[in-house]
């Protein structure tokens, strides 16, 4: 019986074959990110007020969120009951009308309190921000306070500071237009009614000081900038919440603190703003001195205060000293800076 030889493949043929059947197989899709937690709109802040020469505490959490097609982070901003700077400043290098799909961006829904007496209303100009305490809260006690995203007066009509009160509230008011701005309306009119044009918006609470007062509006897309002549103005779906909590005599205090510097978990934090009126000659040094102030100096990383005065990021940023670069609330990884 004939011997019959079987051939077999060499080792080099075997290779060449493993390495073309590998090469016609489909690339590994990278994973999938992992969901963000859903988006959360933050107003209600419980905490703790500070005592006499304690720093102001820092309250609420900054967010992440995941661009979709069609998004701006107007939207953004809006869904989140920030004002359209409060995100921007936050985001610098994230285009605001066509930021990519995909991109995760801060939503800073975390604040230190501003320097202020801690009853009624106050409104912090340059942060563009209003606050509400229980009329009658003291130094110590633990309380729940309101928060919103406000419009301000531009440069030419500045939003003023001081001590007011509200004197009235009107539904669906009327707007008798003053000589000044009826000089530079698009369409003059002396009277404006209540409907969708109204700048007013629904609802109007006015103030003890001329003829300012804290309203809503018919251009949404305006809070978080300076658009104003001079009023404060809220989103349509917030000043009616507003509406329902102020009583006629509530205090309310304006005031302009770019530059904010709080404490949380034994740390030092440092929030600093746009000075958008010009007022202060240099925020360096206002930093500087809230931190000789407060008797915190030993504690604070010069280079760290520094680097958040230049970034100007509107989030509280951790300048204590020896603190972990993870304790940072915008991590450079985050702001998309690599």
């Known amino acids: 019986m004939p011997i019959r030889f079987v051939s077999r ?18 690339p590994i899709a990278p994973p999938a990110p ?8 933050i107003t209600a802040l419980p905490v703790r007020l500070p005592r006499p020469g304690e720093l102001p505490p820092v309250v609420g959490r900054v967010q992440q969120y995941r661009i979709v097609p069609k998004d701006t982070l107007l939207d953004v901003a809006r869904n989140a009951g920030l004002g359209f700077h409060e995100v921007k400043d936050a985001n610098r290098d994230v285009d605001e009308w066509i930021p990519p799909p995909g991109r995760e ?60 009160t509200v004197t009235e509230k009107d539904k669906n008011p009327t ?18 009614r209540p409907g969708p044009d109204n700048p007013m ?23 978080g900038r300076e658009t104003t002549h001079g009023c404060i103005r809220l989103y349509p779906e917030d000043i009616g919440e507003v509406y329902a909590l102020v009583k006629p005599s509530l ?17 030092v934090y440092l929030e600093v703003h746009e ?20 008797g915190v100096a030993a504690r604070v990383d010069p280079e760290r205060l520094r680097q958040a005065v230049r970034e100007r990021q509107g989030v509280p940023v951790d300048v204590t000293r020896d603190a972990p670069a993870a304790s940072a609330e915008i991590p450079r990884t985050e702001r998309g800076t690599l």
């Not at 961006?105 to 305490?133: C, D, H, K, S």
């Not at 309203?215 to 809070?223: E, F, Q, R, S």
């Open 9 to 26: 493949p060499s080792a080099a043929a075997v290779l060449v074959a493993a390495l073309a059947a590998c090469s016609e197989q489909r």
């Open 34 to 41: 992992q969901p963000l937690p859903p988006l959360q709109k």
């Open 105 to 164: 961006v801060v939503v800073p829904t975390r604040w230190i309190l501003p320097r202020a007496r801690p009853q009624g209303i106050v409104v912090n100009i340059p942060e563009m921000r209003m606050y509400m305490f229980p009329p009658r809260s003291k130094p110590g006690e633990e309380v729940t306070v309101r928060t919103w995203a406000i419009a301000i007066g531009d440069g030419d009509t500045p939003t003023p500071v001081g001590p007011f």
């Open 175 to 192: 707007w008798y237009v003053p000589d000044s701005i009826y000089r530079t309306m698009a369409r003059p009119r002396h009277v404006v």
């Open 201 to 223: 918006g629904e609802y109007r609470i006015r103030l003890s000081h001329g003829l300012y007062s804290i309203h809503g509006t018919d251009t949404p897309w305006a809070i």
């Open 251 to 267: 205090r309310a205090e304006f005031v302009y603190q770019p530059v904010k510097l709080g404490t949380a978990g034994g740390h």
């Open 275 to 294: 000075d958008v009126y010009r007022r202060v000659p240099n925020l360096e040094r206002e930093a500087g001195r809230l931190v000789r102030s407060a």
